[in-house]
Nanobody, 116 residues
């Protein structure tokens, strides 16, 4: 059974930091391209950051470059998103997505709220 379980969301003040985790099971995590998306209320789901399976190449949305870092620990089957210098516009539900040989899996999401 495929599972992607996000955690680490919460309420944080502007300028603060959070680290999201996505625990994967039921598929070959180490051979999957992994992506973080986010969806704010009333908006479409947008790509935040992506990391490949081979070489661990990364890419980011312009809005988060220099503030967010995506990483993975294949030994723990876990994807991470370190978020620094958070802004109110980063408020959204954050989802992880796995692409394994064309099969797509999504997590249930974790809420991040940036507010004073």
């Amino acid at each position: 059974q495929v599972q992607l379980v996000e955690s680490g969301g919460g309420l944080v003040q502007p300028g603060g930091s959070l680290r999201l985790s996505c625990a994967a099971s039921g598929f070959a995590f180490d051979r999957s391209t992994m992506t973080w998306y986010r969806q704010a209320p009333g908006k479409e789901r947008d790509l935040v950051a992506i990391i490949t399976s081979i070489g661990h190449s990364t890419n980011y949305a312009d809005s988060v470059k220099g503030r967010f870092t995506i990483s993975r620990d294949n030994a723990k089957n876990t994807l991470y998103l370190q978020m620094n210098s958070l802004k109110p516009e980063d408020t959204a539900v954050y989802y992880c997505k796995a692409n394994y040989g064309g099969a797509i899996f999504w997590g249930q999401g974790t809420q991040v709220t940036v507010s004073s």
